[in-house]
């Protein structure tokens, strides 16, 4: 929607839209704000975040915040009480695997069911699909993927790779002056994530003043510490299928301590790909071993499917 067209838009805050309220609330009534919760299905939403997604609690409590935000934003309205409309372009920074673009993606669900945005579509993209690598092909590069996001997320992985501090001309610079303009012309229409490590992020805001100041939100993502990755253990092999008891959880256990001091490891992607593995050696181990099986062959992880 545009600005011009929302109703207490291009108010001072604070005013009453009184073109606005005709259509909208009496001043003086009421609003039951457990039912307009309970119709945006934030309740709903949260709980799905808190059963899928392990630990990530001040994540989980921005989001909790950002809901509010929106929905009191949305009630105000109705009042024609006029706001400038929220920025919500935001920086998630923690290390690979820890939660990122999965929590970008419930973000673009939760920003359509309360209605900032038309679509709630996710789009993920690196430097390299903004990025041309001649001259005159980076705008049209990032204005097709500007395009492809309208109405929902622009995820940008690894951001601080557009800014190349040694290289002046570089085209990442371009693609940089596009996004900055559409951020801020075009909030209503689409919300950008930048995402990657903190220590990085932090010197990409440093030297691109005009992104910082355009981004509202940080939220960290901490690494999990071992009984969470356990946890996500767990939940992945419930929704796979799979058992993982007794000592296969002990061997299991330890298998993720020893990758965690690992200079690749990738939390939670780290726990999936351990799981991937130990299915294969499960199945290959009740084929070479196995005439037939049962149900709880074919669902318990033994202590053998996680050593290498
Ligand atoms: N807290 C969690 N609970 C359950 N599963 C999780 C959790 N965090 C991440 N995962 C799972 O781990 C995998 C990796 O997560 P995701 O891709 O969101 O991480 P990321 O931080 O975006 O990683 P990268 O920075 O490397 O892109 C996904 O399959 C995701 O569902």
């Given at each position: 929607m545009n600005t011009a067209t929302r109703?207490?838009?291009?108010?001072?805050?604070?005013?009453?839209d009184t073109e606005a309220t005709e259509a909208a609330i009496p001043e003086r009534s009421r609003v039951d704000l457990a039912a307009e919760r309970d119709e945006a299905g934030i309740d709903e939403l949260m709980s799905s975040l808190d059963d899928e997604l392990i630990g990530l609690r001040e994540v989980k409590t921005r989001i909790r915040e950002v809901a509010a935000l929106l929905l009191v934003d949305r009630v105000r309205q109705r009042f024609g009480v006029s706001s400038?409309?929220?920025?919500?372009?935001m920086c998630f920074t923690g290390?690979?695997?820890?939660g990122k673009t999965t929590v970008a993606m419930r973000m673009a669900g939760l920003l359509h069911r309360i209605g900032y945005l038309e679509r709630g579509h996710l789009v993920a993209v690196t430097r390299d699909d903004l990025v041309?690598?001649?001259?005159?092909?980076t705008a049209p590069k990032t204005k097709e993927v500007l395009k492809r996001a309208m109405g929902g997320v622009l995820f940008i992985d690894?951001?601080?790779?557009?800014?190349?501090?040694?290289?002046?001309?570089?085209y990442g610079q371009e693609s940089i002056e596009i996004l900055l303009q559409v951020m801020e012309n075009q909030r209503e229409d689409v919300v950008v994530i930048l995402a990657g490590y903190g220590d990085r992020m932090a010197e990409f805001f440093h030297s691109n003043p005009g992104m910082s100041s355009r981004v509202a939100h940080h939220i960290e993502f901490d690494d999990y510490d071992l009984g969470e990755l356990e946890s996500i253990a767990g939940l992945m092999s419930e929704q796979d299928g799979y058992r993982i008891g007794g000592e296969a959880a002990e061997v299991f256990r330890e298998l993720l301590d020893e990758q965690r001091?690992?200079?690749r490891f990738a939390n939670a992607r780290t726990v999936r790909n351990v799981l991937e593995r130990a299915r294969l050696r499960h199945a290959s181990r009740l084929v070479d071993t196995l005439d037939d099986c049962g149900l709880d062959d074919l669902v318990r992880l033994e202590p053998v499917d996680f050593k290498s």
């Open positions: 109703p207490g838009f291009g108010m001072r805050p604070g005013e009453i400038t409309r929220p920025n919500l372009h290390n690979p695997g820890t041309g690598q001649y001259v005159g092909h690894e951001a601080y790779y557009l800014y190349r501090a040694e290289n002046e001309r570089d001091a690992r200079p």
